[in-house]
């Protein structure tokens, strides 16, 4: 009891270091909490979402009627009652009126009993489709009724069967957001297939069996089991865990953002933790060494620390994890609706947990060097003034490895992925030693600088003093700046690329395949103002003499390769969208020969530079074009573009189709599309509104919790930020007195710290912005894989309030000391 | 990416079609050519999912050349092309200054549901335009999937007879003869022939290409 007392007097003595560093613990517990139980909870969720989205927990698809193993084997499972199975059919048929007045290619699925296992296929009446879909009849989408000019209990020919259409379905679980059709949806019954008589020897049909497992447990042996039977050319075993999803890849994304805000704010609290703390014990190096004087082992020095510090970690811990499990309850209501077949966030106590022992792990971590420190502290250091030890040693260094080591391993299980989260590791490390080469060059050129004013020259001595630690300083300033930085740097351009991908001015119905002959009928029947853009289809034969190597280019897992067919297209001018990167025009004058000139995009698939030249096959004829310019887009959206840009006199007269995207509202969608289709049955009509509404929607909400997560992740940066500078300024109050002790009056002294803070600051703003510009390139690009756009005016205001704020809470600890009169610090200083 | 999905679908939307292999054919010196033959067609013409050497002109001319026929076989096909599109690149096309035309078209106005009428009418504005030029024409007859019903599959498939009906025009009864519908002969996604499916197609093209290099020679004679 006496010990507790102890330690808490031993605390109350040093409180507001004792404050800052509880504040450094409970708010990198409530980041991590935050953000590892909400990731944790929408990985679940989405894990859920993805068994309805699949609407099985197994699918079996193949081109082929499935092989006799396999159908087997499913029965085998089936009658084992280990699994339930429900086999679809989905291919395209022209349905035809059952007066013969209309016909329409439309997109056929026939399932049965039992689909869907997850999730919910919306009808018009609200009924269930099963029970709407019994043998005769079939169930629509709407857009169909509107093209046939049919309603609900009308009757459709589809193959030899006449059905009665009994229902309109609006929504169906397993249909992929970005899934593309050329005809509305007919669903019918297996029942019916055979009167139907479509599917037979060379039809195209897609063959699938849903499969959802008894017992989740046996999820993973069913299909191994399942694939070991399939044909593994022509049949896929996939679970609602590996099937391709859009929504996955996108959610994928975004959790992997918000762990990577967890990490940083982690990286921000160990810096806080590390500088509050050593500026903490600093303080008790006298006490420590009274401690010694009068009898105390080391090991009881030690244990009281350790006990001083588990305290205010404790209080520091309950609060930060009372605050993190209260934006916990926040959170669900930030993005309510936006997850499909919403299941609803529930709290995530693993998530928590992990979050909890992160925090943990860190504190304890980064506080074993202040820590270790205290062995070396002599009773004889009561009468010495200058007590700084150099670091160093090999327990030093081994602490540093240590750290190294377990900040690595973090970020690896954070991120779940080898190479960026190495990538990560080595940026961090090298960013932290850049810091350091420039900071120490800059503070060389600064001592060396020739100065006449006295408040100034007073200044920049200030940054050298003995004990200052002005590096060091520095040093953390820059990194933890640099995280703020990069957090908003890495959020512009995610949110540049969600939302503004899908402007509300983004085309939405696409025509293709309009005829050179055909356009200006087709303009005045479509009404509409729009860009053409003619299409060449075309091979690269090779580049600079060097024959493309298509093998080797099919086997690019990532993005494009050159083996395709492209589609080229020509036009004097550059399009709205668009910039030149090299070249000073998109063709030059003083060129006689065949120009083109190439998107960036492609030289990401091979290293090109203007002047090259590249040969293109156009349908059997080659053509040879040199590189005039190398274009870039400045927006990534919807809008359509173009690899090569030919002149408009090397293709006018080649082969080609046309191609325009326009904007029309919802309700005028299937008007034009039965106009075009009339007139010109060639054109092929699609509508993607759907798709851009809901991959819009998805992208502003989640836009919006990236917003709040990184606003979170700011601010607890920048209190950090103060914190460490508060800590590390508080010895500076001691020369404050000695100043006015000189004969200075305080307006001087202050405006002296002002400018030395206001040095440091600065200079941590510029390197941090430098820094962050770079980290948030490799983030963007080698991460996420979009285009970069760097900060720009925002990173002048970042920087001043940056500067600002480092000024103003370094100048804080001597604003006291300014209003006492010296003698009574000295006072306070010699009781010491 | 989100965008990046979307920007594969209309891409895909747009190509209709993805990838083929192709080098330009290297000829044997020793063979004088004595004619080019133009193979004009959508996606089983240019051949996609096999590379350049497997392809049905590649094989084509291989073939004839084994007989002694020193033609040179262009492949003028682009995946994902309708009529219409055929249509509107004839000039292009003549610009080989071919002496026969293997004419493979309509197949993907078919899988779209488009109106076979429009078909005929783009197939036989060709082969006039064609034989007006002097040029042999061979038309590759289709049959559509079965599963666009009997109605259509039968009203595509007269397409060809009719046009090909012409006596100007030397007419496959069905390309893919022996290919369509047999599983080994096409590739997983049951519409595109395989190395062997090609094979196959040339074997059974072969006896009309030469009825019409025949032809060619008669007339020029």
């Known amino acids: 009891m006496s010990k507790l007392k102890f330690i808490l007097r031993d605390i109350n003595r040093t409180r507001s270091q004792a404050i800052v560093f509880a504040l450094c613990v409970s708010l990198a517990m409530v980041t991590l909490v935050a953000v590892n139980g909400f990731s944790d909870s929408v990985n679940t969720t989405l894990l859920n979402d993805a068994r309805a989205l699949n609407a099985a927990d197994i699918i079996v698809r193949s081109r082929q009627p499935l092989s006799p193993g396999l159908v087997q084997k499913i029965a085998e499972m089936e009658s084992a009652r280990s699994i339930e199975s429900a086999p679809i059919y989905e291919f395209y048929s022209v349905a035809r009126t059952a007066a013969g007045d209309g016909s329409l290619l439309s997109n056929i699925k026939a399932v049965s009993k039992g689909y869907p296992f997850y999730g919910r296929c919306e009808l018009a009446s609200g009924r269930y489709l099963t029970e709407v879909l019994l043998p005769g009849r079939i169930v629509v989408a709407p857009i169909l009724l509107e093209r046939l000019g049919l309603r609900v209990g009308d009757s459709l020919s589809i193959g030899r069967a006449t059905l009665a259409i009994a229902d309109v379905v609006l929504k169906e679980p397993d249909r992929p957001l970005d899934a593309f059709a050329f005809g509305p949806r007919i669903f019918v019954s297996t029942a019916d297939l055979e009167r139907i008589d479509l599917i037979g020897k060379g039809s195209r049909v897609s063959y699938a069996v849903l499969i959802k497992v008894a017992d989740a447990a046996d999820l993973t042996r069913s299909v191994d089991l399942l694939t070991a039977a399939a044909d593994p050319v022509q049949e896929r075993v996939d679970t609602y865990r590996t099937a391709p999803s859009g929504v996955k890849r996108f959610f994928d994304n975004f959790i992997f953002f918000l762990n990577l805000i967890g990490i940083f704010t982690l990286l921000l609290a160990g810096i806080g933790i590390y500088t509050t703390l050593t500026a903490y014990l600093k303080e008790k190096e006298k006490t420590i060494a009274v401690m010694k004087t009068v009898g105390a082992s080391s090991r009881f020095i030690l244990t009281h620390f350790i006990l001083s510090l588990l305290f205010i970690s404790l209080i520091g811990t309950g609060v930060g994890l009372v605050l993190g499990l209260a934006a916990q309850k926040i959170i669900p209501a930030l993005i309510s609706g936006l997850i499909p077949q919403q299941i609803g966030l529930s709290l995530s106590w693993t998530g928590i947990l992990e979050g909890f022992c992160l925090g943990i792990v860190g504190v304890a971590l980064f506080a074993f060097l202040p820590l270790y420190r205290l062995r070396g502290i002599k009773p004889a250091d009561i009468f010495r003034k200058d007590d700084n030890q150099p670091p160093g040693g090999l327990p030093y260094y081994l602490t540093l490895v240590v750290i190294g080591t377990v900040f690595t391993a973090m970020v690896l299980w954070q991120l779940q992925v080898l190479s960026s989260g190495l990538l990560f590791v080595a940026s961090a490390f090298g960013f932290i030693l850049m810091t350091a080469v420039f900071t120490h060059a800059i503070l060389l050129i600064l001592r060396r600088l020739p100065v006449k004013t006295l408040i100034l020259r007073q200044a920049l001595k200030g940054l050298f003093r003995p004990r200052n630690a002005t590096r060091p300083v520095i040093i953390i300033l820059t990194a933890s700046l640099a995280v703020v930085f990069t957090i908003y740097g890495v959020e512009t351009n995610l949110d540049r690329d969600y939302v503004q991908s899908y402007p509300p001015d983004a085309p939405n119905l696409f025509f293709v395949d309009i005829q050179p002959d055909q356009q200006a009928d087709f303009d005045r029947a479509l009404g509409i103002n729009t860009r053409y853009f003619p299409i060449v289809r075309a091979r690269i034969l090779s580049i600079n003499g060097d024959n493309i190597d298509r093998g080797k280019e099919r086997q690019r897992r990532r993005g494009d390769n050159l083996a395709r067919t492209f589609n080229l297209t020509y036009r004097n001018d550059l399009l709205d969208d668009e910039i030149i990167k090299t070249g000073s025009s998109l063709f030059r004058s003083d060129w006689n020969e065949i120009q083109v000139s190439v998107l960036d995009t492609v030289i990401k698939m091979h290293d090109l530079k203007i002047g090259d030249r590249i040969v293109f096959r156009i349908q059997g004829i080659p053509l040879e074009a040199r590189i005039s310019s190398i274009r870039t887009r400045t927006k990534d959206s919807l809008k359509p573009f173009f690899y090569f840009v030919f002149q408009e006199d090397t293709l006018k007269d080649a082969p080609q189709t046309i191609f325009t995207a326009v904007r029309v509202e919802k309700s005028r969608i299937a008007g034009i599309q039965n106009a075009i289709v009339e007139k010109f049955p060639n054109i092929s009509v699609i509508d993607m509104t759907e798709t851009i509404t809901t991959f819009a929607g998805i992208s502003r909400k989640l836009s919006n919790t ?120 000295l006072r306070e200083q010699t009781n010491e | 990416m989100n965008k990046a999905i979307l920007h594969v679908v209309i891409c895909s939307c747009l190509i209709l079609a993805a990838c083929g292999q192709e080098e330009p054919p290297s000829a044997p010196p020793e063979i004088q050519s004595t004619g080019t033959i133009v193979a004009m067609g959508d996606s089983l013409t240019e051949g996609l999912g096999v590379s350049e050497e497997e392809t049905y002109p590649a094989l084509l001319q291989k073939a004839l050349r084994d007989k002694g026929y020193g033609y040179r076989v262009v492949n003028a096909g682009i995946s994902g092309e309708t009529s219409s599109g055929a249509r509107s690149r004839m000039d292009w096309v003549l610009r080989m200054k071919p002496d026969i035309i293997i004419l493979e078209t309509g197949v993907n106005d078919g899988l779209r549901g488009l109106d076979p009428e429009l078909i005929r009418r783009n197939i036989r504005e060709m082969v006039d335009a064609f034989t007006a030029e002097g040029i042999d024409v061979v038309l590759a007859g289709m049959k559509i999937v079965p599963n666009l019903g009997p109605a259509y599959s039968e009203m595509f498939a007269d397409v060809y007879t009719d046009v090909g009906g012409d006596n100007d025009v030397i007419l496959i009864p069905f390309f893919l003869e022996g290919v369509a519908g047999v599983p080994k002969m096409n590739q997983p996604d049951g519409i595109h022939p395989t190395a062997d499916g090609y094979a196959r197609v040339v074997e059974h093209i072969f006896p009309y290409v030469t009825a019409a290099i025949a032809r060619h020679q008669e007339q020029s004679r």
């Open chain 1, 706 to 825: 990236i917003r709040f997560f990184t606003a979170f992740g700011i601010l607890v940066g920048l209190l950090i930020t103060v914190s460490s500078v508060l800590a590390t300024r508080l010895a500076r109050t001691r020369e404050a007195v000695y100043y006015q002790v000189l004969g200075a009056r305080s307006a001087f002294v202050f405006k002296v710290f002002g400018l030395e803070n206001l040095i440091i600051g600065g200079l941590s703003g510029l390197l941090a912005m430098v820094i962050s510009q770079a980290a948030s390139w490799i983030i963007i690009t080698k991460v996420f894989d979009i285009t970069f756009k760097p900060i720009t005016g925002a990173g002048f205001i970042m920087i001043a309030v940056a500067t600002l704020l480092v000024t103003i809470s370094g100048l804080l600890p001597s604003w006291t000391t300014l209003r006492k009169r010296p003698v009574a610090f």
